[in-house]
């Protein structure tokens, strides 16, 4: 639930860029599909707390697993 900006800062910073690295790093982030009007109540750089910034944009997340 993160900005797209942050997971490629986050990839681009890898010490190690194998595979696994990358792997396991894009495992820890979950996707989300937002309207533009959902969007544009979000922070667009650094959720420190993505659920707390969802709630409080007042967007509800299912669970769909």
């Not at 890898?14 to 599909?33: F, H």
């Amino acid at each position: 639930m993160r900005p797209v900006g942050d997971i490629v800062r986050d990839l681009t910073s890898l010490a190690d860029p194998s595979i696994a690295a990358i792997e396991n790093l894009l495992r820890t982030y979950q996707v989300v599909w937002t309207t533009k009007e959902e969007d544009a109540r979000l922070p667009k750089i650094r959720r420190l707390d993505p659920a707390a910034d969802y709630a409080a944009a007042g967007i509800v997340l299912s669970d769909l697993e």
